[in-house]
């Protein structure tokens, strides 16, 4: 299936629902889940050190390398099926990556806080290319400046198998977030396709 356009102002954001068939995304979560080398990491929240909500992986070229919240993080090497995947979505997206970052939410209890992926290693309208596993979570988008109201906070539900890009001025003038969810839920794994430059 395509991809579609989800139309919002100020933003280009497209999902494809079926990217994958349920089958390969299921043999997917099952590789990834037990073979990636899962970190869970510390973030600052208000000066205290907290372990981030979720587990983390990041892959890519050697030159890859990143600053994400902070953390100086060097790219672990690409899988084969890292490697395959990246090109599926380079084909779909009609771009090129360096780059992945894995986040695994092991319940409804595991979240991502609100945020652009505004980091300057990723450049001034960065195309990000997310591919969702497993449980269905939902996916939320709101303006970035509220004092100007351009649109409504908007929600997506993310199925396993989902492609979701986000390109052109959106990570300016939209934030995006993964809340919690008092539903019991299953597993998901989120990729994030990028392209970093290096220092
Ligand atoms: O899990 C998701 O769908 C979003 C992940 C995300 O926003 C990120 O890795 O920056
Ligand atoms: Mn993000």
Redesign the pocket.
């Known amino acids: 299936m395509p991809l579609q356009l989800i139309p919002l102002p100020q933003a280009e954001v497209l999902l494809d629902s079926k990217f994958l068939s349920p089958e390969a995304a299921d043999a997917l979560l099952t590789e990834l889940t037990t073979t990636i080398p899962w970190r869970h990491e510390p973030i600052k929240l208000f000066g205290k050190e907290v372990l981030q909500p979720r587990l983390t992986a990041w892959h890519g070229d050697p030159t890859a390398r990143y600053a994400y919240s902070g953390l100086a993080l060097d790219p672990q090497p690409w899988t084969p099926a890292l490697q395959q995947l990246r090109q599926q979505v380079e084909a779909a997206a009609q771009t090129r990556f360096n780059s992945v970052?894995l986040?695994l939410?092991r319940h409804g209890q595991d979240s991502?806080g609100w945020?652009a992926?505004d980091e300057p290693e990723l450049g001034m309208a960065p195309v990000?290319a997310?591919v969702?596993l497993g449980a269905t979570?939902r996916?939320r988008l709101r303006p970035r400046h509220p004092e100007v109201v351009v649109h409504a906070p908007v929600s997506l539900d993310?199925p396993t198998g989902s492609l979701?890009l986000m390109r052109g001025t959106t990570q300016q003038h939209w934030l995006?977030a993964?809340p919690k969810t008092a539903r019991p839920t299953e597993p998901?794994l989120?990729l994030?396709f990028r392209w970093v430059t290096g220092q």
């Open positions: 970052l986040n939410y991502m945020h992926d990000i997310s969702s979570r996916f993310l979701l995006h993964v998901r989120n994030t």
